[in-house]
């Protein structure tokens, strides 16, 4: 696993925007996986700003996004396809027809999930997935004690979630207490997995998907069994890492040495 421990935020996005942007320009027909909430933000305002220098071109990349909300109509400000749309894929030009998220409006759950699985590997896999990860250590939106082997499914969301989530919601608005997501088995076929981790909020979460026992009851801790992983964090969401030194020298080395 690369730790790569960046001094704010901002540094951060900047950081994971140009590994996807570098790999966008070489790669034809890239697949990428992508995520929703705060942590991603910056890295999805980075990449639309080098996409408007015109440094890069979305017209050849598929994306499939991690969840959605069951319950909501996509026009619904809290829906991940309006997140999606509003955030990234407006401002770019990537065709609508290639973004991919796991909606399900007519209650065929398992022929979606299944569908969503077959599309991605009809695509040959995904490329680069994003990942945020939840206080409680979610990936997706696969919760403590998900199995490791799971697939695109549906999930009961943990009350952890739930009111993490509660400020998208005002208090007249229904929240869903359901999601489809990619599965842990699922994510770990991704080629290569870039994790996201911003603020002290998440440190204890980063501290247990890095250094802690492979478990779970932290989802994300599974990712220490992929080969290809990036985990990019800033100061504060490092806070509680064992062996921060070794992190900062390592990539130093890194920098040194294979970039
Ligand atoms: C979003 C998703 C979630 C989030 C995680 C972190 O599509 O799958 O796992 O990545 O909850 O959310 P933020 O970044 O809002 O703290």
């Known amino acids: 696993m690369r730790v790569v421990i960046l001094p704010s935020e901002l540094e951060a996005g900047t950081f994971i925007a140009n590994i996807i942007a570098e790999f966008i320009s070489h790669k034809e027909n890239a697949v990428l996986g992508l995520a929703t909430g705060n942590s991603i933000v910056l890295t999805y305002q980075a990449l639309i700003e080098q996409y408007k220098d015109g440094k890069i071109s979305f017209k050849k990349v598929t994306t499939f996004n991690l969840d959605e909300y069951i ?9 991940y396809r309006y997140y999606m749309d509003n955030t990234l894929f407006n401002h770019l030009d990537i065709n609508k027809k290639n973004t991919h998220i796991p909606e399900c409006f007519n209650n065929e759950f398992k022929a979606t999930c299944n569908n969503y699985e077959s599309m991605i590997n009809d695509y040959g896999g995904i490329d680069i ?26 999930k009961t969301l943990a009350e952890n979630t739930i009111q993490n989530n509660s400020r998208f919601f005002d208090e007249t608005e229904i929240q869903p ?23 002290k909020h998440k440190s204890q979460a980063i501290a247990d998907a890095i250094e802690g026992p492979i478990t779970s009851f932290c989802p994300g801790s599974i990712l220490q069994q992929h080969d290809n992983v990036i985990v990019v964090i800033d100061e504060h969401a490092a806070s509680k890492l064992k062996l921060y030194d070794y992190y900062i020298n390592t990539e130093k080395m890194h920098q040194q040495y294979m970039c």
């Not at 319950?71 to 829906?79: P, W």
């Open 71 to 79: 319950g909501l109509e996509s026009n619904c400000e809290q829906s």
């Open 129 to 154: 997935q994003l990942l945020g990860i939840g206080t409680n250590g979610h990936i997706g939106f696969n919760e403590p004690t998900s199995s490791l082997a799971s697939r695109t499914r549906v």
């Open 177 to 199: 207490r359901l999601a489809i997501t990619m599965g842990i088995g699922t994510i770990m076929e991704a080629k290569q997995i870039i994790l996201v981790g911003l603020g």
